[in-house]
């Protein structure tokens, strides 16, 4: 790219000039004739006629400085240096536009979803595919969607299946003790990807906390079902995208989003990927000797969601997807419980057999995203494709 008429100033060229007259004066004739001809290119560029990238400084005036007053050589040498300098600057310029552009070029986040527009993941625990269906309200749901009848979930316990949710990958944990992953490549979340919340049922910390709680338990919150906060880069960048809902308060901070946005989405617009964590209760965890009764206390909380806080039919273009995190008791065949829900969705059984890698790279190939691990965990799953109308 050229520019015609690139600035450069008139005590440049005086200052060329006067190296030229002292090393003419010291040269053949031939050789002034040399220096005379690249002046006189100095001279028509500064006039206008030449571009910055014609501009050269001939070897035949470089190579040898000029034997004059000490100030003159200082000036000759900081006057070529100004040339190079802007030069640099040119390219330096150009190569940043590359960069740039090709940034944007490869910014799958900014487009527009597919299927749908954002997506809410509500996870329950541990209970098998058939004690679920046995739920009437959980059976009706089914229903209402796409439902899988052979969605297996993919580790036991709970920890490592919630890890695979968001980072496409377990990170070789098989157990609940938590971690705290480094901030690097290979650690990389959906979080890296989409603008994101994870709303987590009596999460112990305040909007305006200076650093994200980490304690394993309080309460009936537990950490291990709020993946996010196990990695570093959240953990000091976009903890507070961690949002505490109070399960008492019937306007809580999941509420208003939701209230807000159905007022002006424009406005208040929900985050393209949400994670909801209910509590220890909520999610049917508790009583964790008693299957049974917190199965029931789930569908009980999942019916008020949808009744109340998150009326589905007023919900266009978000794709809910409700899903258990394991089976009950390490028992085989490890199915679990998913259902589709949303107006995009077709309302079938799909029997075909998926896991929660299957649900991460549905959501990446949505928004135009590459796997977060190209070789393994969501790589190596396939989309949910028949689902959509």
């Given amino acids: 790219m050229g520019i015609d008429k690139p600035f450069i100033d008139k005590p440049f060229i005086d200052d060329l000039s006067v190296c030229r007259k002292q090393k003419s004066a010291r040269r053949p004739a031939a050789r002034r004739a040399d220096l005379s001809s690249a002046a006189h290119c100095a001279r028509s560029r500064n006039s206008g006629g030449w571009p910055l990238w014609r501009l050269v400084v001939r070897r035949d005036m470089t190579a040898e400085i000029p034997r004059g007053p000490k100030l003159s050589r200082t000036r000759c040498l900081w006057s070529c240096l100004r040339l190079v300098l802007v030069a640099l600057g040119f390219a330096s310029a150009i190569s940043s536009l590359a960069w740039a552009q090709a940034e944007t070029a490869k910014s799958p986040a900014l487009r527009q979803g597919k299927h749908f527009d954002r997506v809410l993941l509500i996870v329950l625990e541990n209970q098998n595919y058939s004690a679920a269906m046995k739920d009437k309200f959980l059976a009706d749901l089914a229903r209402k969607g796409t439902s899988f009848s052979n969605f297996k979930n993919l580790y036991h316990p709970s920890y490592p299946n919630y890890l695979a949710m968001i980072a496409g990958s377990s990170f070789g944990v098989r157990n609940d003790s938590q971690k705290d992953f480094p901030d690097d490549r290979e650690h990389r979340t959906i979080a890296d990807l989409l603008d994101w919340s994870n709303y987590a049922e009596d999460y112990p910390a305040k909007p305006n906390d200076v650093k994200p709680f980490l304690s394993d338990e309080k309460g009936k919150y537990a950490r291990k079902h709020v993946p996010f906060l196990s990695f570093k880069k959240i953990q000091s960048e976009s903890f ?147 689902v959509w109308k």
């Fill in 240 to 386: 507070r995208n961690v949002v505490s809902v109070d399960s008492k308060n019937p306007n809580n901070a999941f509420v208003t989003d939701i209230q807000n946005f159905r007022k002006d989405p424009k406005k208040y617009p929900l985050p393209r990927y949400m994670f909801y964590s209910p509590n220890l209760d909520d999610d049917g965890h508790d009583p964790s000797s008693n299957p049974p009764k917190g199965l029931q206390q789930a569908s009980i909380w999942l019916k008020t969601f949808f009744e109340t806080w998150f009326p589905l039919e007023q919900m266009k273009g978000t794709l809910v997807v409700v899903t258990f995190d394991e089976s009950e008791h390490d028992e085989q065949p490890d199915r679990i419980y998913t259902v589709f829900l949303g107006d995009m969705v077709k309302v079938q059984e799909i029997k075909d057999e998926y896991n929660h890698y299957s649900v991460l790279r549905t959501i990446e190939d949505n928004f135009g995203l590459k796997p977060i691990h190209s070789e393994s965990g969501d790589g190596t799953a396939e989309p949910v494709r028949d």
